[in-house]
């Protein structure tokens, strides 16, 4: 089964697409979150680690169109740039805290929901649970497309 999620445009380079259902052996785990992931369009990895108490999330790679947006938007470099801030758990499998989006130089509500052990979802809003955009995220592997071993 596959359900299709929605953001609204605003979070386009940071946070929608087809989601597959768990299978019941799939359960992740919340240690399962950390690690490298890559957006729907493959053109931003982003690191989820621990900050301490909290968890975060940094731009380690970024294709050029990515790059030329965000320095069009805020003046600032992509990769290095934290988007996931003060996150923390919600529930099983779930965190809130605030993503920014860097080519609007604004900071939102967020969540993100892993799935599986090699998909998220990842959600933003302008309010809490109004004119929000989703997308699912894939995990990328320690040695995969940002030419370093991570």
């Known amino acids: 089964?596959?359900?299709?999620?929605?953001?609204?445009?605003?979070?386009?380079?940071?946070?929608?697409?087809?989601?597959?259902?768990?299978?019941?052996?799939?359960?992740?785990?919340?240690?399962?979150?950390?690690?490298?992931?890559?957006?729907?369009?493959?053109?931003?990895?982003?690191?989820?680690?621990?900050?301490?108490?909290?968890?975060?999330?940094?731009?380690?790679?970024?294709?050029?169109e990515a790059q030329a947006d965000v320095k069009k938007g805020s003046n600032q470099g992509l990769v290095g740039m934290q988007l996931l801030r003060d996150f923390s758990s919600s529930g099983a499998n779930e965190w809130k805290g605030k993503v920014f989006v860097p080519d609007l130089n604004m900071t939102f509500s967020g969540q993100v929901r892993l799935l599986d052990r090699s998909s998220l979802r990842a959600k933003g809003c302008l309010l809490p649970n109004f004119l929000c955009k989703a997308q699912v995220w894939t995990r990328v592997e320690s040695a995969g497309i940002t030419g370093r071993t991570l």
Do not use: Q
Not at 45 to 63: D, R
């Open 1 to 64: 089964m596959i359900r299709k999620l929605y953001l609204a445009p605003l979070l386009a380079i940071v946070l929608g697409a087809a989601t597959p259902v768990l299978a019941a052996d799939a359960t992740p785990r919340s240690s399962d979150l950390f690690g490298v992931w890559r957006n729907p369009k493959g053109s931003v990895h982003l690191e989820i680690k621990s900050c301490g108490s909290e968890t975060c999330g940094y731009v380690v790679w970024a294709n050029a």
